[in-house]
């Protein structure tokens, strides 16, 4: 080895003031050539060897072009790269490449926690692990021309210039970095670190700062359009959570002009995209990678150039803490100027839980030209708010030209996704969509359009403390108003314009009271009584219609109180103080309000609360008629519904909203449920005044789970909000649930007891399969006298092995599909019905002739989902009457649900003959049937067909021995022949019923 003992004079300030007690070594003197085509590497890793053998020095690279794989660092070694000296990473071949990347236990496998770049550092141009005292400079340049940005990682491939690993006080200074592959540095896990006056120019990430502590990024001018600038990062790369933390990023330049026309001082602007599809990249952002956390980090007198605005992200369950950026300037920004995100893509081990994102201060910022898509967004998830947000002193000019229906959509939630404000799509604010956030203020915030921009200001879902002063739009003060909640159900519902007409309708309160006997008041809006009278003349009907069915009336009334349209304000504004006169001691009292509180605060329905559960409160004048209100939170009039209550000596119980049709996810299989609004300010304020809270959201969405998105539909009528009768009585049946399932709740013990139905199922033996028949008189009749009349479902079982399997008749004489379904009949079965069990199903003799009158029992024809409302002139009530094949679908369908097969049979033929030959029916009721089995997958069997070819065969005279008293009605030997006839088709059929049948 040979010593250099000249001093250098062009070597920089800090080198030649050591340069008389610091060795150097010249990667020349260690065989480099530096022609550009020599692989000199092993030169450069001589001379580190050899300066490391010494206890340290400094490696000079001279001017000259080196063509270099792996370079291997070493501590106490400074690396000087000397004007005119330029690094080139070599491309591979197949002989010769760079390290390649050391085995990682720690990225979940096949880059689960974190992609494959940041699990590996020595397939890189420059490379050191657990080093220490290492330092690169000088005026020279490092180009990665040789490195891949994207992979393939085969053997000899290189993808980062820097790669520092677990390494402690590293200093970067002076270097120029150029097309760098997916780093231009990758740091993790680095203590003190320094990077001073470095210029990038590259085509993927310019910095990655990753679980380092004590950071120091200043004077930097970066250049990274196709990727970020500066990033800090805390993945799991290391296989602990380590923290990014004590970071100082200052006086830097970051920018997403074309590929090195920075470095070239050209700055042009023809790439307008990243390869992720979103305009260039080159800004600061905390994140993505965050399974660690972020702590105590300042960004300040930093330039945002041509680029994507200030990113802090929080997605893998690190938390963001304690944040200031100050003195920043942006110009012509791509997407949002502020991107705050905590989300839930939990890229992380598992167990890990959902981050936190708390403390940011914003002040002293400067943004010009700002794509207003995305206008600035601040967005926590569901369960995991954004707390403690400050701007001020922020300017923003944006571009504007977006229209009021734009600020209409509610962006989706996408919990899980790679956070960029394009996830979101358009948001409806033209300033700030805020959402899941908690104690956000904007305190000197200056917004400029360019064009017109239609949508509000501000938006904000589910946030608490939001708090606006001293804010300006185009140079006029701006005065906040709360956004109200979104009206997400599209439904015109009734108005107040009919408030008298509902007084007459509605009871007085307190009349149904019966010697001294307590009452339960049922507050509420539309799902509990829909329109003015309740009386399901739409086909809709409210749960507090069938309320009362639970409760024994001998020691409790139930007063339905509730109103269509009304919101929680309205009805403690217009309905209340009438209901409360009657409401005494003892008495319950139940609040379910809240879908109507939404809308315009003072036009219109002007019935919209504030959102959340805050003292906050405003006054409005109502436009069209100029009577001015108080505003307070939904939380408030809910407080005061039950502190009133309670002031009576009443008892009040919240309880949570009636579930909609609708969807969280594209399979629809989980019901949306208002955790985050109505029913969590409703537990809030039970929390707070002490009563119960029962959810009759999730009570009610659960079973809709169960049953399906088909099923779920037919439980409202004309929309996604108001219920049919099947689902007010899936509600009140829930709200009853509810009530006997909370501990110590009194209101229980006036419950009617749950009635058990012991005999719908009691043949079954063991875990043994059943047959349940359903049908008319031609299924079951009286069965009973030799001579009389039979029907074919009570002989049946004389042509099955009773020993695997029973068959139960549950059929009923005179009844159509729909009064099968009306009585009651179906529930039994459907609640006794196993999976493995089979349901054979014939109706269609009573399916025809009046629908509202007289015998009343027959169904619109046809197999569509038609249906029609009727006033049933036997009951005096309103029925919404279905398809004849919409009935039939809905037993096939529970029983699917419930596990078991559906067998669909064309009814029996009658005893009619034309010219020698019997009648068949192929038309109308059998053809129909036919159709909805084969459109649902269920077996389907012609007994029509099958029992008429016999009777033909017997003829005209013998076939009247068959029938009994008349031409429809079956004798035992009548029965019995269609139960074979059943028997026949079941063996021709694949419904798997064939192997109980005995042999012939």
């Known amino acids: 080895m040979k010593q250099v003992i000249t001093l250098l004079l062009f070597f920089c300030g800090a080198l030649v003031a050591r340069a008389a007690s610091s060795s150097v070594y010249n990667v020349k003197e260690y065989g480099a050539k530096g022609d550009g085509r020599t692989v000199d590497s092993p030169a450069f890793n001589k001379a580190i060897d050899a300066a490391a053998a010494k206890g340290g020095g400094t490696v000079y690279v001279p001017a000259g072009e080196y063509a270099c794989y792996s370079i291997r660092l070493a501590s106490h070694v400074h690396v000087y790269l000397a004007q005119g000296a330029r690094v080139v990473a070599a491309e591979p071949t197949g002989r010769q490449g760079y390290d390649a990347p050391e085995p990682n236990l720690y990225n979940g496998g096949e880059n689960k926690f974190q992609d494959f770049g940041h699990s590996h550092w020595k397939n890189s141009l420059m490379w050191g692990i657990g080093l220490e005292d290492i330092t690169i400079s000088g005026p020279g340049i490092i180009d990665g021309k040789g490195l891949t940005r994207e992979g393939p990682y085969g053997n000899g491939v290189g993808n980062k210039a820097i790669a520092l690993k677990l390494c402690r006080n590293v200093t970067l200074r002076d270097i120029t970095m150029l097309r760098c592959g997916h780093f231009a540095l990758l740091a993790t896990g680095?203590?003190?670190?320094?990077?001073?006056?470095?210029?990038?120019?590259?085509?993927?990430?310019?910095?990655?700062?990753?679980?380092?502590?004590?950071?120091?990024?200043?004077?930097?001018?970066?250049?990274?359009?196709?990727?970020?600038?500066?990033?800090?990062?805390?993945?799991?790369?290391?296989?602990?959570?380590?923290?990014?933390?004590?970071?100082?990023?200052?006086?830097?330049?970051?920018?997403?002009?074309?590929?090195?026309?920075?470095?070239?001082?050209?700055?042009?602007?023809?790439?307008?995209?990243?390869?992720?599809?979103?305009?260039?990249?080159?800004?600061?952002?905390?994140?993505?990678?965050?399974?660690?956390?972020f702590k105590n980090i300042v960004i300040a007198n930093c330039l945002f150039d041509r680029c994507r605005g200030l990113a802090l992200e929080t997605v893998d369950g690190g938390a963001l803490e304690d944040v200031v950026v100050s003195g920043v300037t942006m110009r012509d920004i791509v997407n949002a100027p502020f991107f705050l995100r905590l989300g839930k893509r939990m890229r992380s081990p598992e167990g890990t839980k959902v981050g936190t994102m708390r403390r940011i201060l914003i002040s002293n910022v400067n943004v010009w030209n700002a794509d207003s898509r995305y206008s600035s967004i601040i967005s926590g998830v569901p369960g995991a708010t954004i707390e403690d947000v400050t701007l001020s002193n922020v300017h923003i000019y944006h571009q504007g030209g977006f229209s009021a229906d734009d600020g209409q959509r509610m962006p989706p939630e996408n919990e899980a996704e790679y956070p960029e404000p394009w996830m979101f799509g358009v948001v409806p604010a033209k300033g700030f969509f805020v959402r899941h956030a908690k104690g956000v203020t904007l305190d000197g915030v200056h917004f400029h359009y360019a064009k017109a921009d239609g949508r509000p200001l501000f938006v904000t879902d589910d946030v608490e403390r939001f708090a606006v002063r001293n804010v300006t739009?185009?140079?006029?003060?701006?005065?906040?108003?709360?956004?109200?909640?979104?009206?997400?159900?599209?439904?015109?519902?009734?108005?107040?314009?009919?408030?008298?007409?509902?007084?007459?309708?509605?009871?007085?309160?307190?009349?149904?009271?019966?010697?001294?006997?307590?009452?339960?008041?049922?507050?509420?809006?539309?799902?509990?009584?829909?329109?003015t009278l309740g009386n399901g003349n739409n086909g809709q009907w409210g749960w507090g219609y069938y309320a009362p069915d639970y409760f024994d009336a001998n020691r409790i009334s139930v007063e339905n109180h509730a109103l269509g349209g009304t919101s929680s304000r309205t009805f403690y504004n217009r309905l209340w103080p009438d209901v409360l006169k009657g409401i005494r001691k003892g008495d319950w009292v139940i609040i379910e309000l809240g879908h109507n509180d939404n809308g315009p605060y003072d036009s219109g329905r002007a019935r919209a609360s504030i959102p959340g559960t805050g003292r906050d409160s405003m006054r409005v004048v109502i436009k069209e008629t100029g009577a001015r209100e108080t505003v307070y939170t939904y939380g408030?009039?809910?407080?005061?519904?039950?502190?009133?209550?309670?002031?009576?000596?009443?008892?009040?119980?919240?309880?949570?909203?009636?579930?909609?049709?609708?969807?969280?996810?594209?399979?629809?299989?989980?019901?949306?449920?208002?955790?985050?609004?109505?029913?969590?300010?409703?537990?809030?304020?039970?929390?707070?005044?002490?009563?119960?809270?029962?959810?009759?959201?999730?009570?009610?969405?659960?079973?809709?789970?169960?049953?399906?998105?088909?099923?779920?539909?037919?439980?409202?009528?004309?929309?996604?909000?108001?219920?049919?009768?099947?689902?007010?009585?899936?509600?009140?049946?829930?709200?009853?649930?509810?009530?006997?399932?909370?501990?110590?709740?009194?209101?229980?013990?006036?419950?009617?007891?749950?009635a058990t139905d012991r005999?719908?199922?009691?043949?079954?033996?063991?875990?043994?399969?059943?047959?349940?028949?359903?049908?008319?008189?031609?299924?079951?009749?009286?069965?009973?006298?030799?001579?009389?009349?039979?029907?074919?479902?009570?002989?049946?079982?004389?042509?099955?092995?009773?020993?695997?399997?029973?068959?139960?008749?549950?059929?009923?004489?005179?009844?159509?599909?729909?009064?099968?379904?009306?009585?009651?009949?179906?529930?039994?079965?459907?609640?006794?019905?196993?999976?493995?069990?089979?349901?054979?199903?014939?109706?269609?003799?009573?399916?025809?002739?009046?629908?509202?009158?007289?015998?009343?029992?027959?169904?619109?024809?046809?197999?569509?989902?038609?249906?029609?409302?009727?006033?049933?002139?036997?009951?005096?009530?309103?029925?919404?009457?279905?398809?004849?094949?919409?009935?039939?679908?809905?037993?096939?369908?529970?029983?699917?649900?419930?596990?078991?097969?559906?067998?669909?049979?064309?009814?029996?033929?009658?005893n009619i003959w034309k010219e020698g030959q019997i009648e068949r029916r192929r038309d109308t009721h059998a053809r129909w049937a036919r159709e909805v089995a084969e459109a649902t997958g269920a077996c389907f069997i012609d007994l029509n067909q099958i029992s008429a070819d016999k009777l033909q065969a017997e003829g005209q005279e013998a076939a009247k021995a068959y029938f009994n008293r008349d031409h429809t009605h079956s004798s035992l030997k009548g029965a019995r022949q269609n139960a074979a006839c059943v028997a026949e088709g079941i063996r021709a059929v694949d419904c798997g019923l064939k192997k109980y049948l005995l042999r012939p």
């Open 190 to 293: 680095v203590d003190n670190l320094n990077v001073l006056g470095v210029k990038i120019d590259t085509n993927r990430d310019g910095l990655d700062i990753d679980c380092c502590r004590n950071v120091r990024v200043a004077d930097c001018t970066i250049n990274t359009p196709w990727d970020d600038a500066i990033v800090l990062k805390a993945s799991y790369g290391l296989g602990e959570f380590r923290d990014t933390e004590n970071v100082t990023i200052a006086n830097c330049l970051v920018s997403g002009y074309d590929r090195e026309t920075m470095y070239g001082a050209t700055w042009l602007r023809h790439e307008t995209q990243a390869p992720d599809k979103g305009g260039v990249t080159g800004r600061i952002k905390l994140g993505t990678e965050s399974s660690g956390g």
């Open 473 to 531: 739009v185009d140079g006029q003060p701006y005065t906040y108003t709360a956004a109200p909640m979104r009206d997400v159900n599209q439904v015109t519902d009734l108005t107040l314009d009919s408030l008298n007409k509902a007084r007459t309708a509605r009871p007085i309160a307190g009349s149904s009271r019966k010697a001294g006997r307590p009452v339960l008041f049922l507050v509420g809006n539309s799902t509990m009584r829909t329109g």
């Open 636 to 754: 408030e009039y809910i407080r005061r519904f039950v502190r009133e209550t309670k002031a009576r000596g009443a008892r009040p119980i919240l309880m949570g909203l009636t579930p909609r049709n609708a969807w969280t996810d594209k399979d629809s299989t989980i019901v949306t449920r208002y955790d985050q609004t109505f029913n969590r300010w409703q537990r809030q304020v039970a929390a707070e005044e002490q009563v119960p809270f029962i959810d009759l959201t999730d009570i009610t969405a659960r079973k809709y789970e169960r049953f399906g998105k088909e099923k779920v539909k037919y439980m409202f009528y004309i929309d996604r909000i108001h219920t049919s009768a099947f689902g007010a009585k899936i509600n009140a049946e829930s709200a009853a649930e509810g009530i006997r399932a909370y501990k110590g709740l009194g209101l229980a013990a006036f419950l009617k007891p749950v």
């Open 759 to 910: 005999e719908t199922g009691k043949s079954r033996k063991g875990d043994h399969p059943v047959i349940f028949t359903i049908g008319d008189s031609t299924v079951k009749n009286t069965d009973r006298d030799p001579e009389g009349m039979w029907g074919w479902g009570s002989v049946l079982d004389e042509l099955f092995d009773t020993s695997k399997i029973t068959v139960e008749n549950q059929a009923m004489a005179g009844r159509s599909a729909r009064t099968f379904l009306d009585e009651g009949r179906w529930d039994k079965v459907y609640a006794a019905l196993r999976p493995g069990d089979y349901v054979l199903m014939q109706f269609g003799h009573n399916d025809a002739g009046e629908i509202n009158t007289g015998k009343a029992r027959a169904e619109l024809p046809g197999t569509d989902d038609g249906s029609k409302v009727f006033l049933m002139e036997p009951t005096g009530k309103y029925q919404v009457i279905y398809t004849y094949g919409w009935y039939l679908r809905k037993f096939i369908r529970d029983a699917q649900e419930k596990g078991a097969i559906p067998v669909v049979l064309s009814y029996t033929p009658r």
